[in-house]
């Protein structure tokens, strides 16, 4: 079945720890993206990357960095840099590259848990 | 800056009863709209989505929603909830560059 996996579903860190969360998708997508919710919040845009090889920071970018080796992987760190880093974060994919408007499909999240 | 708003943060409706969710957005260009749907500790699914022609569309699950671009409102209906449709749901817009902005979402609830 084609589709978006993210893992963990439920994740527990330490404060100071990085993190790391796993996104892969067997769509065949350009375009991949990382969001955070909070409860009453909506998500919020943390990056994106269009291709491989190059991504591009989102409105809160802070605290967390990413890398896109392969077309179907897009791995997200939290680091220790990350003020408020519970919450549950949403990995996404889209067909299109930049300039072209285009559907995004969403994975079933991670939830983070900072101890 | 773009933006959207959804002003009900919750709402209740009996099963079997008419839904209408509301959704305003600000955006000075021809806007793609999205709704999405959440249940509790899931990602978003795709209702329907509006990018050009008839304003009003057909979505999965019984869900249409009809763009008013004088209102600026992109608002999703549904003629009889089921128990099932309880959930969260988000309105967006695209701003280009497949950026999505969200709304902060409507609570469902569906009661007996």
């Known amino acids: 079945d084609g589709g978006i996996t993210q893992s963990p579903k439920y994740l527990f860190r330490k404060e100071g720890q990085n993190v790391t969360l796993s996104c892969e998708q067997n769509l065949n997508h350009d375009a991949m993206y990382w969001y955070r919710q909070d409860p009453g919040q909506g998500l919020r845009l943390i990056y994106y990357s269009q291709i491989v090889n190059d991504f591009q920071k989102g409105d809160i970018a802070e605290g967390y960095s990413v890398s896109r080796e392969k077309k179907e992987s897009f791995p997200l760190t939290v680091t220790s840099a990350q003020k408020n880093p519970t919450a549950f974060y949403l990995c996404?994919?889209?067909?299109?590259?930049?300039?072209?408007?285009?559907?995004?499909?969403f994975g079933p999240g991670t939830r983070l848990t900072v101890l | 800056a773009q933006s959207v708003t959804q002003p009900d943060i919750h709402i209740t409706v009996s099963e079997g009863a008419s839904l209408e969710l509301r959704c305003n957005y600000s955006?000075?260009?021809?806007?793609?709209l999205f709704w999405y749907v959440q249940s509790p500790g899931q990602g978003l699914q795709l209702l329907l989505k509006y990018f050009s022609g008839d304003t009003l569309v057909q979505g999965i699950k019984g869900f249409e929603a009809e763009f008013k671009r004088s209102q600026s409102s992109f608002n999703l209906r549904k003629p009889s909830v089921h128990w099932s449709d309880a959930a969260e749901y988000f309105c967006a817009v695209n701003t280009g560059f497949q950026k999505l902005v969200f709304g902060t979402g409507t609570r469902l609830l569906v009661s007996p």
């Open positions: 955006y000075g260009a021809t806007p793609y």
């Open positions: 996404a994919s889209s067909s299109r590259l930049a300039g072209v408007v285009d559907t995004q499909y």
